[in-house]
């Protein structure tokens, strides 16, 4: 991209830009000096971060710390969260699909991992963790395709609330069936693997730390795919069919196939987390996979800011973590947590970190480009 | 043009002895264009559309030639935009055939309908509008790639080899309908004007042959119809076939080849410009006719 020479015109557009940024707060105008560092400082950067995020538990920050419960364990369920937050992001923040029944895909993973790797289940077919996880993911992602199949050609609220009952319907069956333990649940599921030098398990009830750390890693990963898959074809037909569907259509986006497509890409994440949740625990039964956390996992979308990585993985942290933090409330911290919800989207409505409006990214990305050129 | 698409625009999925001379980049406008002599790109063959008991469309036959720019006029309510919608799969006529290519259009879905060839734009805009001007000219092109989840998953060469393809052609044709400098706004915060440009642009982004315009002067000033009229002679020069719709009738005489009118759903004339304008019946269907007259 070599279009720029610099006129009266373009300085003008500059300075709308500029005009732009200050209007839409904070959040951009960060955005927008990040993008003018210069490459290798953008690196070292992100690899501080990376680092920070690592070492968390280990360096307990003396604000951030959770002094009721165990900060280590509260780091896993935040990132956890974060993991899908990111996969029910794909769903509705690209595709613009409403999915109140994520926790159905999220108890698919577990309850798969839970049956190959339990000894105790139905199946008792005791698999090793790194095993069931894909399988975890596959049948996620097919139950994806089942429920978006016959689905997807509903919108807006008429497929909210099917996907709403797809998630009860996963639970009861889970609490009616007895091959998935019914109510009491299954026990005895692999942990993942990996011993130390003493001979002590790595991933231990007692060693929460790396779990944190696999979440972690996993997360990296995931949010690699994502972005590739976000500045492609496939982003751009999902983000099409978020701004005008019919439109999309009529410019060639097969948007039922790409609808699916979000659904079983979501799935697939709300399986692994799920196979991720089941590890960490060693048992599983209903009561974890209540209607509420779809809820709360849409909530944490919408609070980060719909459609923005970044954002959502906020959202999902701010969700998860709050209520820790302030266990010292005791019965109050539901309310303070509630207040605190209401307080942001009274005043960001559209996110902590809202949607990306690239013109700016876009922008300085040209002017680097020509300069590199 | 990229070659890659001029390759794409074969007929590969229909049959291959279509004969047709080396096409000759749209037609001499001297010579005026018969359905009998030149090729029919796209045929309405006796197309009549129902809602219930309203007839919108009511046994039309018409054909858009190769190379031409067709226009297609009539008060409100004719059933214009209908008409678009039957050619773009957004309805399935009751009864009647719609051939692009001599193919029928049939059951075919909308997405493929526009991948076979046949693009639009829209009377009220309907762009993608947080996302930027490229990016919603992108969107186009990428109905004419086929980069699968995976290789977008992974950025595999083809992956790469689309998206650098997508890009550099959905600047050019910003840069070819004027509003380059604005490839990085979102859609929504360009002005008016160039949001129909914008339109026409996406559309074109898809490869197609014929491009449907549904009223792209609505709203503009005469000098922004006069740079309209230019750039629709610019699209038909670059070998696509144009079919508008529009009220301007300054505008259509001036740049059509062709005109069919339509009224109350039927076909009332079909010719040449200067005849369209003394046509009786085109006369009486925009003015009315006087009691005694009928």
Redesign the interface.
Known sequence: ?T?SNGGP??RM?QRLRGY?DRRAGWARSIRTRWHALPRPVRWLGLLALVVVLYLLPIIQPPILTTPDSDFGSVLFDAALFALVAIGLNVVIGMAGLLDLGYVGFYAVGAYSVAVFGSPNSSLGTGYPWLVCVPIAIALSMLAGVILGGPTLRLRGDYLAIVTLGFGEIVRLTAVNSNALGAAAGITGIPHPPGKRPDGTDIFSILNINAFYWLALTVIFIVVF?VR??E???????W??IR??E??????????FRFKL?AFA?GAAIGGLSGSLFAGRQGFINPDSFLLQFSILFVAAVVLGGAGNLLGVVTGAVVIAYLPERFRGFADYRIFVFGLALIIVMIFRPQGIIP?R???TE??VR?EEVAEGA | MPEHYAADNEPADSEPGTDEPTPDIGPDPGTPVGTDLAKALLELDDVTLRFGGVTALDGVSLNINEGEILGLIGPNGAGKTTCFNVM?G?YQPTSGDVRFRGVRLGRR???QI??LGI??T?QNI???????A??NV???A????N?S?VG????LPR?RR??RE??DRA?ELLRFVGI??R????AR?LPYGDQRRLEIA??MA?GPQLLCLDEPAAGFNPSEKSALMDLIRKIRDQGYTVLLIEHDMRLVMGVTDRIVVLEFGRKIAEGLPEDIRTNPAVIAAYLGVPDDAA
Do not use: K, Y
């Open positions: 991209m279009t015109r373009q557009n732009d795919g590739n898959l500045n492609s074809r496939v982003g751009r037909s983000l099409a701004e005008d019919d439109a999309a259509e009529l410019m060639g986006v097969p948007t497509w890409i949607n409006r690239r013109a876009l922008a040209t | 773009t957004v879905q909308r997405f526009t991948r693009a639009r829209f309907r762009l993608f509008p947080e996302m930027t490229l990016e992108m969107v186009g990428d109905a004419r790639h980069t989840v977008a998953l992974l950025r992956h689309e998206e997508g890009r600047l380059e400098r490839a990085d706004e979102a915060n996406r559309a898809t």
